[in-house]
């Protein structure tokens, strides 16, 4: 049986549309180690950011507001920005000038979100821990454990695009995962196949937050660029050198269509 087209596209450019994955010990929080509280502070708005890892995607970085959020997806160069009062999803890359629009709903449909299946909360509640100065709500669910941390005044709305960005077929949450454990007998032993979606991942950690802080709230770093040339999500998620090396698999494997310019 062929490999299919999207399993060659992963493995020849590791898509981070979807399966982010690790998690470290100990987040840092900023702020002299005090809790926090809303986004906004004494009469003046701030953004939290929270610097992350994924087992797959590597390093990305979240802003949020309670009426904006921006994803920077760093190791792939690409970054996703939301924001009321219309929640359109924007995808852009600044070294290309390519730009993917959609719809709220239709971007949670490209991830696989799960917005009318049981939610993260639903499943077993282990404990409460502190990640930093954060306190979470450890969720045991079939295969992996959550950390999940609620943020004063953060609508569902950003929390669902912050989900659908992390965990491909993920499940709805009012919150942001901080952490995620696979179970150990879930636990690869042996190095993926090559086309697997899977990668080794003996320690079993899918996501870790490496920081959690506050900075000043800027309306332009929340802006949408002007003048970028349209085009699928799948083209704006890699960039060309990466689409390159795709298309010269897929040509070689006769597998059909390719990424494109």
């Not at 009469?43 to 994803?71: C, E, M, P």
């Not at 998620?237 to 494997?253: F, P």
């Amino acid at each position: 049986m062929r490999p299919s087209f999207f399993a060659v596209v992963f493995s020849a450019c590791m898509l981070p549309l979807f399966a982010f994955d690790f998690a470290l010990p100990g987040a840092q929080a900023a702020d002299g180690g005090k809790s926090f509280g809303s986004g906004k502070t004494a009469g003046t708005k701030t953004v939290w950011k929270i610097d992350q890892r994924h087992h797959s995607s590597g390093n990305l970085t979240l802003y949020f507001t309670d009426d904006a959020l921006k994803i920077d997806k760093t190791n792939f160069g690409y970054f996703i920005v939301c924001k009321a009062p219309d929640w359109k999803v924007y995808c852009f890359r600044n070294d290309d000038k390519v730009m993917c629009k959609l719809s709220r709903e239709a971007y949670l449909a490209e991830q696989g979100y799960l917005v009318n299946g049981p939610s993260l909360e639903s499943f077993p509640k282990v404990k409460d821990e502190f990640i930093g100065t954060m306190k979470t709500s450890v969720y045991r669910g079939i295969s992996h454990d959550d950390w999940l941390a609620k943020f004063p005044g953060v609508p569902s709305q950003i929390y669902d695009v912050i989900m659908a960005s992390a965990f491909y077929h993920a499940e709805p949450a009012k919150g942001v995962v901080l952490k995620s454990l696979k179970h150990p007998t879930g636990r690869s032993r042996k190095k993926a196949p090559l086309l697997s979606l899977d990668a080794e991942n003996v320690s079993g950690i899918r996501l870790e937050t490496l920081k959690i802080s506050k900075t000043p709230y800027k309306p332009s770093d929340f802006s949408i660029p002007a003048n970028y040339r349209p085009a699928k999500l799948r083209i704006v998620v890699t960039s060309v050198e990466n689409r390159r090396e795709a298309d010269s698999i897929i040509e070689q494997m006769g597998l059909g269509e390719k990424l494109g310019k």
